[in-house]
């Protein structure tokens, strides 16, 4: 066919090519109202939460300075001025003697954690494992939902619940004498209850998250469901599993409500969990409840122990996204 009997059919198809036409393009921006007045309020919300961060830091640390830079006069006259090392060194919490030491307070927070998490990451993750290797889409379509009722009740509600069950519990196992009627490990028990269904659903979605095809290809090669679960899943998995354990010792951390109630309110500098003892959370609910003057000892400790629990959890954020970065696993 030549070239003669192809031009024809050409400008029949393409009208335009035969006439060499060009059309123009109209290469500006559009105004778009709409998604105009969506961007700014989606900026305005990430405005606002990084605003609220910044200032609950400069409030914190604004007022926490004036516990160290305020002198006190007690009944008699005598001038009293906290230090930085009176602080972080001593061992007695006395706010009215002028003792400000926080490691009564910091021991029994770490304390009532880490019985938390003693109850809360074992048990958390063998729910997640069970949840996604080997229940039924049936079963955990029936048992996620309610495992997670857990997460909705108040925690006051979980404070009484250690006051009037895990403590005569625990009376009742290890005696009157040992266990007082405050305690720590009623309230870390329950607390460990309470932060379950958080390291059980993060955990669980993050088993969930992990490709069928690295399972399928385990079972090709012969092994069993508990192999391929503890060798190949579990460590695809690990870094949405240490955030969720992460996330949850710093929810521990901040708790309040439960140690207000079980955990008692006696700066006591121990190491043992049947006695009572005042956590930070449990101190700053007790004293601001009352009429506090301003610029006073109390008044300033509250902050310095509030900024400190703020420094603690960023901590916990933090080094949860580091591990998510070094350990994560992408798959396409």
Known sequence: MDEASVLPEQARIFPYASQQVVPRLRL???????????????????????FTTIAIVLVLGRESLLLFTTNYIDASGTIHKIGMLDFVNTTEWQPHRYKVGIAPLATATLMSSFIAMLVALPLGLGSAVYLSEYASPRVRSTVKPILEVLAGVPTVVYGFFALQFMTPLLQSILGRDTVEVFNIASAGLVMGVMILPLVASMSEDALSAVPRSLREAAYGLGSTRLETTMRVVLPAAVSGIVAAFIIAISRAVGETMIMAIAAGARPNFTFNPFESAWTMTGYIASISGGDLAYDTLDYNSIFVVGLLLFLMTLFLNLLSRSVIARFREVYE
Not at 37 to 46: N, S
């Open 28 to 50: 500006q921006k559009h105004r778009r109202p709409t998604e105009m007045a969506i961007q700014g309020f989606l900026f305005l919300c990430g405005f606002l939460t990084i």
